[in-house]
């Protein structure tokens, strides 16, 4: 089915370690995100891209870098994770610049102990 | 104070009760989305807004923009619509970028 997949679906850090979180989309769409979902808080920008080549920081880009490989590639590395790095993170993606709607992935669930 | 407040935060229901939704917000906006989140899962787009009413099975969702509202309704609601319902936002001010409600989480009961 087309849409927005995320790999892993759960990991768990040591703190201080590194990992990629992976995201890729098969509907063409020109703009990626990732965003974090904290309990009691909306879901949080952290980077976008609007098109290949091209990358953005978002409400809380602080301790992440982002790579959009091509069009339909976008990744999160976290370099040297932390405690406060628990969250589900969540890639989606839009065409137009979200004019006809957006697509979600299924998640990620990352725990940093 | 949030850009897009939802009401309520939690909200039970019986099977076959009508349900309603709100979300307010205080910026200007192009868009207006309405998510689902069951439990353990992804994010499902239900609605996208920019005027009027959009119907969708048992599902209702309304804007008005003067007002800077819009309600989400389940007729008939089942326990299977039980699940986190997302209000989102996207700016007027020409980027593409979503802003988030909290969220009302919904638990319907046989």
């Known amino acids: 089915n087309a849409g927005v997949t995320q790999t892993p679906k759960f990991q768990v850090l040591k703190t201080g370690q590194s990992m990629t979180l992976q995201c890729a989309q098969d509907?063409?769409?020109?703009?990626m995100y990732w965003y974090r979902q904290d309990p009691g808080m909306g879901l949080r920008l952290i980077y976008y891209?609007?098109?290949?080549?091209?990358?953005d920081k978002g409400e809380v880009p602080n301790g992440y870098n982002v790579s959009r490989l091509n069009k339909r590639e976008f990744s999160l590395r976290l370099e040297s994770a932390a405690p406060s790095q628990t969250s589900v993170y969540f890639c989606a993606s839009s065409g137009d610049r979200g004019v006809y709607g957006y697509t979600f992935g299924s998640g990620t669930r990352l725990t940093v102990v | 104070k949030n850009e897009v407040e939802q009401s309520p935060q939690n909200l039970t229901a019986q099977e076959g009760e009508f349900i309603t939704i709100n979300c307010s917000y205080s910026v200007g906006i192009s868009a207006l989305h309405w998510l689902q989140q069951h439990p353990g899962g992804g994010i499902v787009s239900l609605f996208m807004l920019s005027s009027g009413k959009k119907k969708h099975g048992r599902l209702i969702a309304t804007i008005n923009i003067q007002e800077k509202h819009s309600s989400l309704h389940i007729t008939a609601s089942h326990p299977r619509d039980s699940a986190v319902y997302i209000c989102a936002v996207r700016s007027s001010l020409g980027t593409d970028k979503l802003i988030f409600g909290t969220g009302t989480r919904l638990q319907v009961f046989p």
């Open positions: 509907m063409n769409h020109n703009s």
């Open positions: 891209s609007a098109s290949e080549g091209t990358t």
